[in-house]
Antibody, heavy 121, light 108 residues
Framework: QVQLQQWGAGLLKASETLSLTCAVY????????WSWVRQSPGKGLEWIGE???????NYNPSLKSRVTMSVDTSKDQFSLRLSSVTAADTAFYYC???????????????WGQGTQVTVSS | SYELTQPPSVSVSPGQTARITCSGD??????VYWYQQRPGQAPVLVIY???ERPSGMPERFSGSRSGTTVTLTISGVQAEDEADYYC???????????FGGGTQLTVL
């Protein structure tokens, strides 16, 4: 059974950098892309981006200038950094398992528990 | 930017059939996936590749498409099906993921 466990700072001030990490337990880390998805209060889901075990990334164009994703294959972990946060970045952030590497069917079958991130001004 | 459009809300009585639509110009060429999100919980995949059900997903959940519109159908709706439902697709060879705005399903 695949499990994703995520953690990171939940309270930030404007202009700081958001940092979250997600650990993957079970399954093959190297066979998949791993994504971050966020959900603003009362709003829908927004895809932030994805990374694979080799460090190849794809980001949402609307966030690309502020997003950095990284991977630690020795621990089966991947991380998100979002710089220069504002109140608009206040959201629940999820990590999720995405597509199999070298395929185009991109969907999310396993999700982390989510982390509430609040940005204060 | 590419967009997927869903109705904000759908209401049905228990035992009836709920249909939630998702439309987008590029949908005829792209597979669609559906998620259920109950309050305070992470989304759960209910349909993938338009009409496939993940293992363990009840048969009352089904998916279909017609032209630029795909539909999630929940037959014999139960109280536990009350949740938000999101459609999702991917463009640019899967490198860019888009979600619909979500539909709140209310079981009367």
């Amino acid at each position: 059974q695949v499990q994703l466990q995520q953690w990171g700072a939940g309270l930030l001030k404007a202009s700081e950098t958001l940092s979250l990490t997600c650990a993957v337990y079970g399954g093959s880390f190297s066979d998949f892309f791993w994504s971050w998805v966020r959900q603003s209060p009362g709003k829908g889901l927004e895809w932030i981006g994805e990374i694979n075990h080799g460090g190849s990334t794809n980001y949402n164009p609307s966030l690309k200038s502020r997003v950095t994703m990284s991977v630690d294959t020795s621990k089966d972990q991947f991380s998100l950094r979002l710089s220069s946060v504002t109140a608009a970045d206040t959201a629940f952030y999820y990590c999720a398992r995405g597509r199999i590497v070298a395929t185009t069917q991109n969907y999310f079958d396993y999700w982390g528990q989510g982390t509430q991130v609040t940005v204060s001004s | 930017s590419y967009e997927l459009t869903q109705p904000p809300s759908v209401s049905v009585s228990p035992g009836q059939t709920a249909r939630i639509t998702c439309s987008g110009d590029a949908l005829p060429k792209k597979n669609v996936y559906w998620y259920q999100q109950r309050p305070g919980q992470a989304p759960v995949l209910v349909i993938y590749k338009d009409s496939e059900r993940p293992s363990g997903m009840p048969e009352r959940f089904s998916g279909s498409r017609s032209g630029t519109t795909v539909t999630l159908t929940i037959s014999g709706v139960q109280a536990e099906d009350e949740a938000d439902y999101y459609c999702q697709s991917a463009v640019s060879s899967g490198n860019y993921v888009v979600f619909g705005g979500g539909t709140q399903l209310t079981v009367l």
